[in-house]
Nanobody, 113 residues
Framework: QVQLVESGGGLVQAGGSLRLSCAAS????????MAWYRQAPGKQRELVAT???????NYADSVQGRFTISRDNAKNTVYLQMNSLKPEDTAVYYC???????WGQGTQVTVSS
């Protein structure tokens, strides 16, 4: 069974930065597309960023230019670097691997104004 474990969330002031990590086991991230989603209170879960096996990345319009998704194949870990954070970025962030429909437990990001 694929396991994804997120870390790196926390409380930060607006304009600050955080880096989320998603460590995987029982799957090789380098050959799979990976994604970060987020869910704010009272809202639907939304796609934030994806990275393909070939390294191509895509971002939601709301985070384009501020967030960067990357992958360390040696560590079997995917990252989400979040800069210039805004209060509207406050949410639980989830790591997702679509081919096995695997989800992490989520990590809370709170941005104060």
């Amino acid at each position: 069974q694929v396991q994804l474990v997120e870390s790196g969330g926390g409380l930060v002031q607006a304009g600050g930065s955080l880096r989320l990590s998603c460590a995987a086991s029982r799957i090789t991230l380098s050959i799979n597309t990976m994604a970060w989603y987020r869910q704010a209170p009272g809202k639907q879960r939304e796609l934030v960023a994806t990275i393909s096996s070939g390294g191509s990345t895509n971002y939601a319009d709301s985070v384009q230019g501020r967030f960067t998704i990357s992958r360390d194949n040696a560590k079997n870990t995917v990252y989400l670097q979040m800069n210039s954070l805004k209060p509207e970025d406050t949410a639980v962030y989830y790591c997702h691997e679509p081919s096995h429909w695997a989800w992490g437990q989520g990590t809370q990001v709170t941005v104060s104004s």
